[in-house]
């Protein structure tokens, strides 16, 4: 089962921010939460990860509190391109650990 | 960059017969993951591996699906034989995973199966 819990949909102005939120209220020490998104039926495509530091990239920002059970993804300036499905997923380092993809949020920019 | 590469793009072959999916990982990445999507159960781990050795196939759907990755550059996934019910989008992924390693997956575009 996903550790992740994420809202099902939600709309966003064009322009204004989106603002993604992600509930893993049983994550462990070591695990990062990661961020991908898929448009359409392209392949997930990453977004961005972290531990427990914020984390920003020319993509998004990554907000994890303090208490690391929960995380939100923002998107700057959302655009009608921004538009997919956004999943959260928490994960340990190393290679023998792997993904457990949820049902995502499908977020829709609107003009 | 050369991403993760996956042919062919689209498959339509009748019921019954040999599928094969194929994969080229990013270079320099050690890890290779094989994904499922359907619209009914979302995307699903299948098989992954880390150094061409199977991790962990408690994903493979039966045994008339089996994975191979042969060397560091290349991976396969067979159905043989294929059914309807196979029809779905396949994914292959990979990243480099040390023991302690953070990075994350890389997803290649696909192969939209369809099983007639």
């Known amino acids: 089962d996903a550790k992740t819990t994420q809202p099902p949909s939600m709309d966003c102005a064009e322009g204004r921010a989106a603002n993604l939120p992600c509930n893993h209220s049983t994550i462990s020490g070591n695990e990062y939460v990661y961020w991908y998104r898929q448009i359409h039926s392209q392949g997930p495509q990453y977004i961005i990860h972290?531990?427990?530091n914020n984390e920003t990239n020319e993509m998004a920002s990554l907000i994890i509190t303090e208490d690391r059970k929960s995380s939100t993804l923002i998107l700057p300036h959302a655009t009608l391109r921004d538009t997919a499905v956004y999943y959260c997923?928490?994960?340990?380092?190393?290679?023998?650990?792997?993904?457990?993809f949820g049902t995502g949020t499908r977020l829709k920019v609107l003009a | 960059d050369a991403g993760v590469i996956q042919s062919p793009r689209h498959e339509v072959t009748e019921m019954g017969q040999e599928v094969t999916l194929r994969c080229k990982p990013i270079?320099?990445?050690?890890?290779l993951f094989w994904y499922r999507q359907t619209m009914m159960r979302g995307l699903e781990l299948l098989i992954y591996f880390n150094n061409n050795v199977p991790i962990d196939d408690s994903g493979m759907p039966e045994d008339r699906f089996s994975a191979k990755m042969p060397n560091a550059s290349f991976s396969t996934l067979k159905i043989q034989p294929s059914e309807p019910r196979d029809s779905a989008v396949y994914f292959c992924?990979?990243?480099?995973?040390?023991?302690?390693?953070?990075?994350?997956?890389?997803f290649g575009d696909g192969t939209r199966l369809s099983i007639l």
């Open positions: 270079s320099g990445h050690n890890s």
């Open positions: 997923i928490v994960r340990a380092p190393g290679g023998t650990y792997k993904y457990i």
């Open positions: 972290g531990l427990k």
């Open positions: 992924a990979s990243s480099f995973a040390g023991q302690y390693s953070n990075q994350p997956q890389h």
